[in-house]
């Protein structure tokens, strides 16, 4: 598939600017966006950085704002780079940074008005979903192949975005829109291959009690982050879990055996409280990076989308920056200890909320108010774990609220896919929900969130809950 000309003739003002910096080896600062997408993308122009020779700086961050844009300006780089953020910050870029080029690879919806010197490359601006069909590492990559063709060898870490982004809404839980294109670029570079299966993550690189204890999307109740319990559901089951000397991993079981784990699996999510319709997230594409070694996690898309998110989710983001440039040594081993650590925490927050009243119900949403005991860089992932495994009965959005070290409250909102396409764009109202309180807030139309004052939430979910009301009727 081709993507919209227009779309592709956007990256040309960006990349023309980077290459004026870059010939002349002036320092360029990148600032991202902490989950997968955003480390994905920051990888990504880190690579086309230190192949060009040009030095550079990049830092993931949760948000921008004023503090973290006047650190940047101090530091006088040449050029800034945001990407998988600053479509939604433009004006707060023009004030912050009036004196320094900037270029915003972004797939957020953009607000306010585009600074002079600020080229922004964005497919909601062609008519393009970003929430779908392209993420902010799918840009990046776009940019870095205007750059240089022979940064096709990129494209892994673009699909590895797009599947942290959960763009894989496509049949059998493939990617679909300009991802199709990606993909394409990566198989015909031999980096590539695809299959149907059960998506564990660790598909053919993990022992199968490991591979369903890593896997957290969709979350198996009782058996994501426990192994051990893994070990005993295997062997009550009846799946071996080696041959002769080997452990198995899932690639090695047959059709009948895999019929066997799929309905056994299907009984016990079921059983756990889950939807029924949720056990067939557990069949879907498989993507495998044929470059990389079959023992670790970057070799299978989710995989490596999942650990990229933990590093970034568990304040070590530049573990995974080191993975992306390349570095499959300390920091990969390293990485690995991040990720069990994070599954263990999903899980304990998911037993948190599982096991209390925890979730209140308004007119049109479901309110978690987490304080201090989920930590905020994860509430958005428990909330997508409510919402993707049917334990909340209602298609209303799931708005969560956990306190910020930085003084605020941090926002995340999720609504179900089928849900988003019946007017519902929660990027909107956050927006107009976090403004009214004297916070700042956006993003997808499936996905958003916001920073509010402490004191706020009662207010900010009073409003959340009344435009959610309005657009539902209005569509």
């Known amino acids: ?38 480390v994905a993308s920051g990888g990504i122009l880190s690579n086309v950085c230190k ?18 844009l006047k650190g940047v300006a101090e530091e006088k780089p040449s050029l800034v780079v945001l990407t998988d953020f600053g479509s939604g910050y433009l004006e707060l870029v023009g004030k912050a940074l009036p004196d320094l080029d900037v270029i915003v690879l972004d797939h957020h919806m953009p607000m306010g008005n585009q600074p002079t010197r600020v080229v922004q490359v964005n497919p909601l601006l062609h008519g393009i979903d970003g929430s779908r069909d392209i993420a902010a590492s799918g840009v990046c990559y776009l940019f870095a192949k205007q750059l240089d063709p022979r940064n096709v060898d990129l494209s892994p870490l673009a699909l590895v975005g797009a599947l942290g982004d959960q763009q894989d809404k496509g049949e059998k839980k493939s990617l679909k829109g300009i991802n199709i294109l990606i993909e394409e670029e990566a198989t015909a570079a031999g980096l590539l291959s695809k299959d149907v299966d059960l998506i564990f993550y660790g598909h053919e690189t993990r022992p199968i009690a490991r591979a369903i204890a890593n896997t957290t999307t969709p979350f198996i109740p009782g058996l994501s982050g426990r192994e051990d319990s893994c070990v005993a559901f295997l062997d009550h089951v009846g799946i071996p879990l080696k041959t002769g000397d080997r452990m198995q991993s899932l690639s090695d079981l047959d059709e009948e055996e895999k019929r066997k784990l799929f309905s056994a699996l299907s009984s016990h999510m079921v059983a756990e409280g889950c939807d029924a319709k949720t056990v067939h997230n557990l069949i879907g594409t498989v993507y495998t990076f044929k470059k990389e070694e079959a023992t670790t996690p970057m070799r299978d898309g989710r995989e490596y989308s999942s650990l990229l998110n933990a590093c970034a989710r568990m304040r070590r983001p530049s573990l995974g920056i080191g993975i992306c440039l390349g570095d499959r040594g300390e920091a990969m081993k390293d990485s690995e200890q991040t990720v069990d650590e994070y599954r263990r925490k999903i899980g304990g927050y998911l037993d948190w909320v599982r096991t209390g009243d925890r979730i209140k119900e308004l007119n049109a949403i479901y309110v978690l108010s987490a304080g201090t005991d989920i930590d905020e860089n994860i509430v958005g992932v428990v909330s997508s774990i409510l919402l993707g495994q049917g334990i909340l009965k209602s298609t209303k959005p799931i708005v969560s609220a956990a306190n910020s070290d930085d003084g605020t409250v941090k926002i995340s909102s999720r609504i179900a896919e089928g849900t988003a396409y019946m007017g519902i764009h929660l990027g909107k109202i956050m927006q107009e929900a976090a403004g009214a309180v004297k916070g700042a807030g956006g993003g997808h139309d499936n996905a958003a969130g916001a920073f509010i004052p402490p004191g706020a939430e009662d207010e900010f979910m009073r409003r959340v809950d009344e435009l959610v009301a309005k657009q539902w009727s209005g569509s």
């Open 1 to 38: 598939m081709e993507p919209p000309k227009e779309f592709l003739s956007s990256f040309k003002p960006a990349a023309d600017l980077f290459k004026i910096h870059s010939d002349q080896g002036a320092v360029i600062r990148i600032l991202t966006h902490n989950d997968a997408d955003g």
């Open 51 to 68: 192949r060009v020779g040009t030095p550079f700086k990049t830092t993931v961050e949760k948000r921008l704002d004023e503090q973290i």
